[in-house]
Structures are given as C-alpha cells and as structure tokens.
C-alpha cells in the first residue's frame, strides 16, 4: 500500500521531540514498511559539521520497526503494543556518515514474531539510488501492554 494516507510518524511510536527521527511513511503492508529520513533532522545526534554517524541507522531501522508495529495496530483497530530494542545481527554499514540533504530510506520487513521476540530484516539506502548503506537484522521484544513492562513482565504477565 502506498496511497500515503498515513498519520505523522509521532502518532505511530513513543518517540516525542527530537528523539523522533524519520520524517513520513513511504510505505506500508503487512510485511514491510519503508520510512523516509533527512539526516539534518537529526541534530540533535549530529557531528559538528552536520554529519550524522552511520550507528544511527540502527535507531532509524528500531524506530521504522515501531512505525511497521504502529501501523499494523491501526489496522486492527488496537493501540501500538510497546516494544524494547534488544540487539541487533549480521550488521553491515557501506557509510561511515550522512550529511544533511542527503534523503534516506529505511525499510523494516517482518520475518518473525508478533509478541514476545520479533523479528526484522531492516535496510537503509539513499533515496538517490544504490544499494543499502547500512543492513542488518533488527531483534525487539513486544510487550502486550505498558503495565507488563512496569511490572517486569514478558508477553504473558
């Protein structure tokens, strides 16, 4: 689906301010989901030159996850479940930087998982064209609701 009717990216993930890094929705199904960013909007993460390291694609791959989870609530009819990044597999980054005006896009398709361990197969690649800049796999554990993370809880209780 792309018809780009989606909600702001703060309406799909607990991110608030600055630490909300992807600009919009590309796409979506219940797959994948493919999210755009502008590195200068990252400032707060920024080099002083503007740059922002090449690790942050690992936050835009987590934070396009919990977009594909926010979504996918609101096609259900639920809330987003909370989620917590657990780590990361088979990393591999072809930038050391992003510098500003330099459009990415990173992609987060499902492969495992709905509460509890999930898993994604995430990418990331200059909206200009090329390959992926920085990939790898992206581990997160769901949580049914906020009170079971409060209450130390896995999925069951």
Partial sequence: MSDGTW?????????????????RVV??????TTCAVDPAASDLLARA?????????????????AVHGGLAARSRGESPKPGILLGSRRLRFDARDFVPGDE?????????GETGLVVFDCSLARAA?????VEGRINVYRFEDWQAIRKGGGADG
């Fill in 49 to 65: 030159d503007g740059s922002v390291p090449a690790w942050i694609g690992v936050e835009y791959m987590a934070q396009c996850v």
């Fill in 27 to 32: 796409e979506h199904s219940p797959a994948e």
């Fill in 7 to 23: 909600p702001p990216i703060a309406e799909l993930i607990p991110h608030a301010g600055s630490m909300c890094l992807l600009d």
């Fill in 129 to 133: 064209g090329g390959g992926p800049v």
């Fill in 104 to 112: 990415l896009l990173v992609r987060a398709r499902h492969e495992a």
